[in-house]
């Protein structure tokens, strides 16, 4: 009876000591090669997928007494224990290798299989690597708004194994790698323009499935934006004006209408309409654009001038102006396929008016080529001439320029004016008259430019208007005026050379 509590405590000591042993089991790689040796198995690391089953061989070249494995520190399984069952999923074969079955990815780690045999105590490493597709997250996420001027950052957390590599994309453009802290990366850009908007993209990728995609939409608001299909609207008295002005805003901009500063009244004489001309929106269309239209439906004479389209947002305000007017529209040159003398050139332009044209100003001027080795430029010379009366309202106008210099380069432009005032300036159109002349960049049209500058220029150049101005009246009187015109042309010509000799002298 005395024997039986030491007997007890001897047996609680054992078994104490082969639960630590099992659970706190030291695996001894000092001797590798002796190992190597003696497995028959080979270390291996086995690369899988979720589910999957995968066997990890362990057998020795001589029987073994007891085999038992771990995954990093914790243990798996032991053969001396078979009271102590493994986890699920893991089953211990007769010769020592361990499968486990439906790997999930807490099953990556490396396993140590440990055997005991006459031949002594051998370890042998095997791993399990459970391959995994990526996944992404990106922050912010679904739409940030933001306005110019904003910095906007966004950041990605990929997942995967192995670990996926983070590529960017901008509206479907590539983007330059962002900065990265482990398996995050992010990108930080300043707010420049409203063409920033869009769909920004985090993609990652492993080899393991298909890329994993997460995306944030960015809409950049900004100040409206007034564009006007007609600067300039023509009308007459009694008629009805449409005065037009499109919109573009984000958020959604209010319009007001404007007469020389005062709010236009709405009402019996005047209204206003709008219609969106993108209905559709979505996250890609997300810009309110609007035509927005005042009407003006018995224009008086104090209905004209000067009109202000004004939108305005929680972003910022712009306003464009039109202006309603009664005068002629701008004159058009038209080409004159005729044949043209050496001192004469047929212009032919074309203008509307919806009131009667009175008269015309019509504005020459010589240009310098490269055959001409000063380069001289005359002031403009006006003419003005009357208009045919006409039915209808557009007016087709001929006239013939005399006393020009051979071989020359000329500009022209041309005005017309009915009882509301003056049109705007024509665009200048280049001819030259006949003879051999080199015209450098020579083009049609080009727009009226301010010769306030070239006039400082050439004030000190000789100046013809008067002389031109004679020659032009007397080719324009009829044939028997031919003959002097040629004279006058003769003198002019002279002048023209006497003075370049006194210059260069």
């Not at 695996?27 to 291996?44: R, Y």
């Not at 589910?51 to 001396?80: E, G, I």
């Not at 990556?108 to 299989?113: A, P």
Request: proline letters at 5%.
């Amino acid at each position: 009876m005395k024997m039986l509590p030491k007997k007890c405590a001897l047996d609680l000591w054992i078994f104490t000591c082969l639960v630590l042993d099992f659970v706190y089991a030291e695996l001894d790689f000092s001797n590798d090669l002796e190992n190597s040796q003696k497995f028959k198995s080979i270390p291996t690391t086995v690369k899988t997928f979720e589910n999957d089953t995968v066997l990890l061989p362990c057998t020795l070249k001589t029987p073994f007494r007891y085999v038992r494995w771990h995954r990093d520190d914790v243990a798996l399984v032991d053969s001396r224990h078979p009271e102590i069952l493994p986890p699920d999923r893991i089953m211990l074969w007769p010769n020592g290798s361990l499968q486990v079955a439906n790997v999930q990815s807490e099953d990556t780690g490396d396993y140590y299989c440990e055997m005991n045999s006459d031949s002594g105590h051998v370890v042998q490493q095997h791993a399990i690597e459970v391959q995994l597709a990526p996944r992404v997250l990106i922050e912010p996420s679904g739409l940030t708004e933001l306005q110019i001027g904003a910095t906007f950052e966004v950041v990605c957390d990929a997942q995967g194994v192995p670990q996926p590599v983070i590529d960017w994309r901008w509206n479907g453009q590539t983007l330059a790698p962002g900065s990265s802290t482990g398996n995050r990366q992010s990108h930080v850009m300043e707010i420049k323009s409203r063409s920033q908007s869009g769909l920004i993209e985090c993609l990652a990728s492993n080899g393991v499935g298909e890329p994993a995609v997460a995306g944030v939409y960015l809409h950049v608001l900004f100040t409206p934006e007034v564009k006007l299909p007609q600067p300039v609207v023509y009308t007459k008295l009694g008629t009805r004006a449409h005065l037009e002005c499109i919109v573009e805003a984000a958020p959604a901009a209010t319009v007001k209408w404007f007469h020389h500063g005062l709010p236009v009244a709405l009402g019996t004489h005047s209204s206003s309409h709008e219609t969106e001309l993108q209905s559709n929106r979505s996250l890609d269309h997300y810009v309110n654009d609007v035509r927005h239209l005042l009407v003006i439906k018995n224009v008086r004479n104090a209905d004209m001038g000067q009109y202000e389209c004004r939108a305005t947002n929680r972003i910022g305000a712009r306003s464009a102006s039109i202006e309603l007017t009664g005068r002629p529209m701008p004159c058009i040159f038209k080409i004159n396929p005729g044949t043209q003398s050496s001192t004469s050139h047929v212009l032919v332009w074309q203008t509307e008016s919806l009131l009667p044209i009175m008269e015309f100003k019509l504005k020459f001027r010589q240009i310098p080529s490269n055959n001409v080795t000063r380069q001289l430029r005359t002031n403009w010379t006006e003419l003005t001439i009357p208009a045919q009366a006409i039915n209808g309202l557009i007016y087709i106008t001929t006239y013939t320029l005399h006393g020009l210099q051979p071989a020359s380069l000329y500009e022209v432009s041309v005005l017309a004016r009915n009882s509301f005032g003056w049109s705007d300036n024509s665009k200048i159109v280049r001819f030259a008259t006949g003879g051999e002349v080199e015209l450098p960049n020579y083009s049609t049209e080009s727009e009226l430019q301010n010769d306030v500058t070239e006039e400082q220029d050439f004030r000190n150049e000789i100046t013809q208007r008067s002389d031109t101005l004679r020659a032009s009246m007397m080719f324009n009187s009829g044939s028997a005026a031919e003959g002097r015109g040629l004279s006058g042309s003769l003198i002019y010509s002279i002048c023209i050379c006497l003075t370049l000799v006194l210059i260069y002298q």
